[in-house]
């Protein structure tokens, strides 16, 4: 499975975390979805699913769950990352912490540097989820694969086209990442909510199809 792999360059400065008050709402959230099958670890010990914040309004810093963390049952400040610095033509990321920045660590920085009123970001798997919404949500191109710039490209590419509709929805399918979506907001609350929402009504669909 390609899956769960780095494909940027990273350079990775080892740390202390971030305190877990800083933390808290990104944990909170990060539990929800991974309560909810969203955020986990396929049966080959690949993890899949990752949440990211940025450090402050306006800036190109945020924090994101690490790499290989979707599988932790409980998660702590230990599995998240600062990123402080990314660069879509060198394909690299620069990440602080104790733990090594998310193969969609680029992805997650395509979405930030696309405008900069967006405060987060979550990134799940669901093969039906996926399938449910794929090319009637905003959706990237099929030959863009996961964690690489051509992935970046085409997110920035959505929000630059149909701007209005990438908002409106605040949900992206990725063509080439089976499984894979993202959501935004102006604040964790808000790319969080509009996800379980749509998953809800998703969910209760398909329990009246079948």
Known sequence: MDEGYVKFVPIWTGGKPLSAERLKELIQWRQRFYGLGLIGMYDDGVGFGNISERLEK????????????????????????????????????????????????????????????????????????WKGILNNLPTTSPNAAYGTPEMAREIMRLFKDDRAMVWDKRIIAMGGHESGILSFGRSLADAGTVLANEFNRFSKRQRIIH
């Open 58 to 129: 306006e800036s190109q810093q945020f924090i994101i769950s690490g790499t290989a963390t979707g599988g932790v049952k409980q998660i702590t400040p230990n599995e998240f990352t600062l990123i402080t610095r990314s660069d879509m033509g060198m394909n690299t990321v620069w990440c602080t912490g104790p733990v090594n920045a998310s193969s969609e660590t680029m992805t997650h920085a395509a979405v930030y540097d696309s405008d900069s009123s967006i405060n987060a970001v979550i990134h799940v798997h669901s093969l039906p989820f």
